[in-house]
């Protein structure tokens, strides 16, 4: 028993500390942190798609691996939307029960989620991965943040881990590989019904009925270990031939046609949403350096607001509602010359990893000047503040003391206009179609 519960202790601690981690990261605290987040399962696996690389190739084997082992410890430990489930659930202090296994909707939702990306879109993962909508939630407090943290509430109330079994695809996915693993939680002839285990499993995968364990909804929150009296659980290597496999006819005909059916769908999504999608993009066109265009940025962005949470200067802004990608609000302030965050926290390559120099040198938007509004024209008076900002001297004086814009030169930061004393600021910040790289 000791050692049963010593498990589910080290998990429990291992999960809280994650958890610190990602809290701290979306809300700007921790840097090291944010690079930590890198190795989440579904960032991992979009950004190896959008550009390979050893690192996010490791993360994700990484995770397989563990998981085709062990089963999906990745879900209690490492995924942050699942621990807040479970500390929902906690808080809650219901008992958990049996839940249905809803085969044909995750695998529908899988399938179409999987089918967009294969695609080139990446509209389902920002709705449905766990790490994004966990950023949504924490990273800013808007009506794009409540609506999430309440659906995940009401659902972790109502059925603990509910989302994690039924609706999420990185869970659904890396369930069908624990389905196969190595190593599988099994009742034993000690059991006795007693239904301690089932009040504790928070994916509601415990049959006691047929004595029988659903390896591939299980989160592996190890609960079940522990607070069997008898020892009645354990994680074994079956024998070959001793795994139950529900191999009816119509199980296989109903997760497989869902799975392709939803998987076409999601092919037709992206087809005809990307065919659309330029307009709705257009919404978004100031964007951080490195994101190229408003429809490359959208493609690839899971909307995880970890750039927002980052941003020393608080541009960076989650769309309205939380319902798309991030822009730039140059009313807040300015784009830090001197700053290249937000191009090494983006954990999809949604925004490029930029180095310094070449943030500094990538044009952004353009400015334009408003002669009626500043003051030299106004009142008279010297001012070339504007001027004196300009960190890639892209703003010159006139002999009449009003500033001159080279667009060549300008890379679009708005530290001009954030230092524009104009009561209506004299320096407008536009969006531009495309993002460029000026020659140093």
């Given at each position: 028993m000791?050692k049963?519960?010593?498990?589910?202790v080290?998990?429990?601690?291992a999960?809280?500390?994650f958890?610190?981690?990602?809290v701290?990261?979306f809300?700007g605290l921790?840097?090291m942190?944010a690079?930590?987040l890198?190795?989440?399962f579904?960032?991992?696996l979009?950004?190896?798609?959008a550009?390979?690389s050893?690192?996010?190739?490791?993360?994700?084997?990484g995770?397989v691996?563990v998981?085709y082992?062990?089963?999906?410890?990745?879900?209690a430990?490492?995924?942050?939307l699942?621990?807040?489930?479970?500390v929902?659930?906690?808080?809650?202090r219901?008992?958990a029960?049996?839940?249905?296994?809803?085969?044909w909707?995750r695998y529908a939702?899988a399938?179409v989620?999987?089918g967009m990306?294969a695609f080139?879109?990446?509209?389902?993962f920002f709705?449905?991965?766990?790490y994004?909508?966990?950023?949504?939630i924490v990273?800013?407090f808007?009506l794009?943040?409540l609506?999430p943290l309440?659906?995940?509430?009401?659902?972790?109330?109502?059925k603990k881990?509910?989302y994690?079994?039924a609706?999420?695809?990185?869970?659904?996915l890396?369930?069908?590989?624990?389905k196969?693993?190595v190593f599988?939680?099994?009742?034993?002839g000690?059991?006795?019904?007693?239904?301690?285990?089932?009040a504790q499993c928070?994916?509601g995968?415990i049959d006691?009925?047929?004595g029988t364990?659903?390896n591939?909804?299980?989160?592996?929150?190890?609960?079940?270990l522990?607070r069997?009296?008898l020892?009645?659980i354990h994680?074994?290597?079956?024998?070959?031939?001793?795994?139950?496999?529900d191999?009816s006819?119509?199980?296989?005909?109903v997760g497989?046609?869902?799975l392709i059916a939803?998987?076409?769908?999601?092919?037709?999504?992206a087809?005809?949403?990307?065919?659309?999608?330029?307009?709705?993009a257009?919404?978004?066109?100031?964007?951080?350096?490195?994101?190229?265009?408003a429809v490359?940025f959208?493609s690839?962005c899971?909307?995880?607001q970890?750039?927002?949470?980052n941003?020393p200067?608080?541009i960076i802004?989650?769309?309205?509602?939380g319902a798309?990608?991030v822009?730039?609000?140059?009313?807040r302030g300015?784009?830090r010359?001197?700053?290249?965050?937000?191009?090494?926290?983006?954990p999809?390559?949604?925004?490029?990893p930029?180095?310094?120099?070449?943030?500094?040198?990538?044009r952004?938007?353009e400015?334009h000047?408003?002669?009626?509004?500043?003051?030299?024209?106004?009142?008279g008076?010297q001012?070339g503040?504007c001027?004196?900002?300009?960190?890639?001297?892209?703003?010159?004086?006139?002999r009449?003391g009003?500033?001159r814009v080279?667009?060549s030169l300008?890379?679009?930061?708005?530290?001009?206009?954030?230092?524009?004393?104009?009561p209506?600021?004299?320096?407008?910040i536009?969006e531009?179609?495309?993002?460029?790289?000026l020659?140093?």
């Open positions: 000791k049963r519960v010593s498990w589910r080290v998990r429990i601690i999960a809280a500390v958890l610190a981690v990602a701290a990261s809300t921790a840097g942190g690079m930590l890198h190795v989440q579904g960032p991992a979009l950004k190896l798609i550009a390979f050893a690192g996010t190739l490791a993360a994700v084997l995770i691996l998981t082992l062990f089963g999906r410890f990745y879900c430990v490492f995924c942050p699942g621990i807040l489930q479970d929902i659930g906690f808080l809650s219901r008992k029960v049996e839940t249905r296994n809803f085969a909707l939702v399938g989620v999987f990306l080139g879109w990446t509209a389902g709705l449905l991965d766990p994004s909508g966990f950023g949504r990273a800013s808007s794009g943040s609506v309440a659906v995940i509430t009401i659902l972790a109330v109502w881990r509910i994690c079994t609706f999420c695809p990185v869970g659904t890396l369930g069908l590989i624990a196969h693993g599988q939680l099994r009742i034993t000690k059991c006795v019904r007693c239904g301690k285990c089932v928070p994916s995968c006691l009925d047929t364990i659903d591939e909804r299980c989160v592996r929150c190890m609960n079940c522990s069997c009296p020892h009645g994680l074994v290597r079956p024998e070959r031939g001793s795994v139950p496999v191999a006819r119509r199980a296989f005909l497989g046609g869902a939803g998987f076409a769908a999601g092919a037709v999504l087809k005809v949403g990307m065919r659309k999608f330029a307009e709705f257009g919404r978004f066109r100031i964007l951080p350096p490195g994101a190229g265009s490359r959208a690839k899971t909307g995880c970890l750039c927002t949470a941003c200067t608080g802004r989650p769309a309205e509602y798309g990608p822009s730039l609000d140059f009313s300015s784009c010359f001197d700053c290249n965050r937000c191009s090494q926290v983006c999809t390559g949604a925004i490029r930029l180095t310094l120099n070449e943030k500094q040198r990538t952004i938007a400015v000047f408003i002669p009626q509004n500043c003051i030299v024209f106004q009142d008076e001012c503040k001027a004196g900002v300009c960190p890639v001297k892209a703003i010159t004086l006139r009449t009003a500033p080279t667009p300008c890379i679009g930061c708005g530290a001009c206009r954030e230092v524009c004393p104009a209506e600021k004299a320096l407008e536009r531009i179609a495309e993002q460029t790289l020659r140093s």
